[in-house]
């Protein structure tokens, strides 16, 4: 399925002086949804006194609930769709913020997320049914406050991600900017640095996946603060750059000769997102394990 990295930075207004070099997505997590995501990568910031999300050391002013409540909104309204969200780098990272994160999913009547026990157990041999019964939004009067009383029975499951039930795979070394070029198509040795580039997707793809724990492939470019300083100088940004170098057009035609996929990352989903969706549901099988769900 395809995860949005860095999700909650959707909520990044333009008006922000830091949008260039931190925005990954457009739009809250339903217009996400929209556009083809099935998963989210947040990262809760337990600052300013609520439970926020944030993106490095930029602190998103979205609260974490009303984020959820949007993914909530539209399950609701699309309930034979699976919404996955994985929760990773807790913002301090200490049992105090998780408390307060999981309190703030228990105040959403979302289930327990997996691996907040401390174990993934849970993931093996889960089918997407499975997963589907265990993350029942509950409809009627206590979803009354969230979405209409005739929306609801959709599914949200939640995990422990990053460094607990999921495999990040990131690369620090696939930047977009380089001393010899960039990778905006056109550009001085673009075509060298999206192989670089696909070809990682490839090898990340080729790994079996562990049976208690899902992998991410990062399909998209990571930022230094050397390739940022770049970036700002050619007038860019991480939203431009997906798709002045075509990575999510790419890998539509991509997609088929990928071995495993459980979470395919993007930056910038409501670019080819839609057709990212239908080109990993042309492969999904309904009843393969959560941990090779293709779509």
Not at 25 to 48: S, T, Y
Not at 224 to 232: D, I
Request: glycine share 6%; net charge neutral; hydrophobic share 35%.
């Amino acid at each position: 399925m395809i995860r949005t990295h860095d999700a909650a930075t959707g909520y990044i207004s333009r008006a922000n002086v830091a949008w260039r070099v931190a925005k990954t997505q457009d739009g809250n997590l339903a217009q996400q949804l929209d556009c083809g995501a099935r998963a989210f990568d947040l990262r809760p910031a337990c600052k300013l006194w609520r439970v926020r999300m944030h993106h490095g050391a930029l602190i998103i002013f979205t609260q974490l609930q009303d984020a959820l409540k949007d993914a909530i909104g539209w399950a609701n309204a699309h309930p034979d769709e699976l919404v996955v969200v994985s929760l990773s780098h807790y913002d301090p990272d200490d049992d105090e913020c998780r408390g307060k994160v999981w309190k703030v999913l228990a105040d959403l009547k979302l289930m327990q997320s997996i691996g907040s026990d401390g174990s993934c157990k849970k993931l093996r041999g889960l089918t997407v049914d499975g997963a589907k019964n265990m993350s029942k939004l509950e409809g009627g009067k206590s979803n009354a406050s969230l979405v209409s009383k005739s929306l609801s029975g959709g599914h949200l499951f939640v995990l422990e991600g990053e460094a607990k039930c999921s495999d990040a795979n990131w690369d620090p070394s696939i930047v977009c900017y380089r001393d010899n070029g960039d990778c905006h198509q056109g550009s001085e040795n673009s075509e060298e640095i999206n192989k670089e580039l696909f070809d990682y997707i490839e090898e990340t793809a080729s790994e079996t996946p562990l049976p208690t724990r899902l992998s991410s492939i990062p399909a998209h470019w990571q930022y230094s603060v050397e390739s940022a300083f770049r970036m700002t100088l050619k007038g860019s940004n991480i939203l431009e750059d997906a798709e002045r170098s075509e990575v999510n057009k790419r890998l539509v035609d991509f997609i088929p000769q990928l071995k495993y996929i459980n979470f395919l990352q993007v930056d910038n989903v409501c670019y080819y997102g839609p057709q990212l969706l239908a080109a990993l549901r042309a492969r999904a099988f309904s009843r393969k394990p959560l941990r090779g769900m293709q779509q």
